[in-house]
T-cell receptor
Framework: KNQVEQSPQSLIILEGKNCTLQCNYTVSPFSNLRWYKQDTGRGPVSLTIMTFSENTKSNGRYTATLDADTKQSSLHITASQLSDSASYIC?????????????FGTGTRLTIIP | DGGITQSPKYLFRKEGQNVTLSCEQNLNHDAMYWYRQDPGQGLRLIYYSQIVNDFQKGDIAEGYSVSREKKESFPLTVTSAQKNPTAFYLCASIPGPGEGPGEAFFGQGTRLTVV
């Protein structure tokens, strides 16, 4: 069964600090891994998407890493801002004959405090 | 602007009623998806459609129905058979196969509450 596990479940940090969120997955056949940011009551918004051959990708203060051998990914947030408070969801895609199926993690709830 | 639009944002349903959630996209994406999000759980797939006039059940399709008569539209009906419909519903669209790792765009969601 395809699974995506994220840790920690929730995290509180001071504004300006860095943090790292983790994602472990067992999804086959692996196609790509995505990180999304979801504000409360809104739809998820894409941060990064990485294929098998990519091991790091940045989007501003967000940097995602992927280790396809250990099936782990991380999302590093640098110099956090109050607006970073949100849920961060790891999504892994399995692709079979062109049909793409997404498996979602339960998310990490990040709270930035001033 | 290109995007995916869900409506309404909030919806209240009486027990025993069917309600339909709208999802429209102008991204020319082939694939559209409906997910349900409950507190503390990851998004769960209800139905998906890879092409017009075709759709497939997801992991939790019971009590739901969909149609895909147009590429742009993928409405979801929550029927009275759905035992616990109160949830946040998200619609997503992804480009078709052969276009690389498709960027999944999500609507802003519909919060359905049974009263």
């Amino acid at each position: 069964k395809n699974q995506v596990e994220q840790s920690p479940q929730s995290l509180i940090i001071l504004e300006g600090k860095n943090c790292t969120l983790q994602c472990n997955y067992t999804v086959s056949p692996f196609s790509n891994l995505r990180w999304y940011k979801q504000d409360t009551g809104r739809g998820p918004v894409s941060l990064t998407i990485m294929t098998f051959s990519e091991n790091t990708k940045s989007n501003g203060r967000y940097t995602a890493t992927l280790d396809a051998d250990t099936k782990q990914s991380s999302l590093h947030i640098t110099a956090s801002q109050l607006s970073d408070s949100a849920s961060y969801i790891c999504v892994v895609s399995a692709s079979n004959f062109g049909n793409e199926k997404l498996t979602f993690g339960t998310g990490t709830r990040l709270t930035i405090i001033p | 602007d290109g995007g995916i639009t869900q409506s309404p944002k909030y919806l209240f349903r009486k027990e025993g009623q069917n309600v339909t959630l709208s999802c429209e996209q102008n991204l020319n994406h082939d694939a559209m998806y409906w997910y349900r999000q409950d507190p503390g759980q990851g998004l769960r797939l209800i139905y998906y459609s890879q092409i017009v006039n075709d759709f497939q059940k997801g992991d939790i399709a019971e009590g739901y129905s969909v149609s895909r008569e147009k590429k742009e539209s993928f409405p979801l009906t929550v029927t009275s058979a759905q035992k616990n419909p109160t949830a946040f519903y998200l619609c997503a669209s992804i480009p078709g196969p052969g276009e690389g790792p498709g960027e999944a765009f999500f609507g802003q969601g519909t919060r359905l509450t049974v009263v």
